[in-house]
């Protein structure tokens, strides 16, 4: 007689079920406080978890907020922070490394990109961010 396969996911299920990397899942997802302790049995030699357990922490700790951004609407960095919380010296920052996308906007003082812009280089930002004692 076959065993039955554990109820649940691996970490490589959960991360692709979740678009991200499974470095991130192994080493920051499933090291935090709140990452559920896995079930009793293993796939092979990988720990098993509930799935919908692990949903709840990634919705509770890392799934980033939408933020509602008109989308034919200019904001500045320091608007953008105001409204996000990536601060203005992060954006700056990755728009150097290509990490965030060009401005839509130089014509004045201050770049300035469209919502829809932010709204998309938000999306392929990770939601993950330590807490302050660690």
């Known amino acids: 007689m076959v065993a039955s396969q554990p109820q649940g996911e691996t970490l490589r299920e959960i991360a692709d079920r979740h678009g991200r990397a499974y470095?991130?899942?192994?080493?920051?997802?499933?090291?935090?406080?709140a990452w559920p302790d896995p079930l009793p049995e293993k796939r092979g030699r990988s720990l098993v978890y509930d799935p919908a357990a692990v949903d709840r922490v990634i919705a509770e700790h890392f799934a980033r907020p939408a933020t509602e951004l008109e989308p034919r609407r200019?904001?500045?960095?320091?608007?953008?922070?105001?409204?996000?919380?990536?601060?203005?010296?992060?954006?700056?920052?990755?728009?150097?490394?290509?990490?965030?996308?060009?401005?839509?906007?130089?014509?004045?003082r201050a770049h300035r990109w469209y919502g829809e812009t932010v709204t998309t280089a938000l999306t392929r930002r990770r939601g993950y961010r330590r807490s302050p004692e660690n």
């Open 23 to 33: 470095n991130t899942l192994r080493n920051q997802w499933s090291r935090h406080e």
């Open 74 to 108: 200019l904001y500045t960095a320091k608007e953008i922070e105001a409204l996000t919380g990536v601060t203005a010296a992060t954006i700056r920052a990755d728009v150097s490394k290509d990490r965030w996308p060009a401005p839509d906007d130089t014509s004045g």
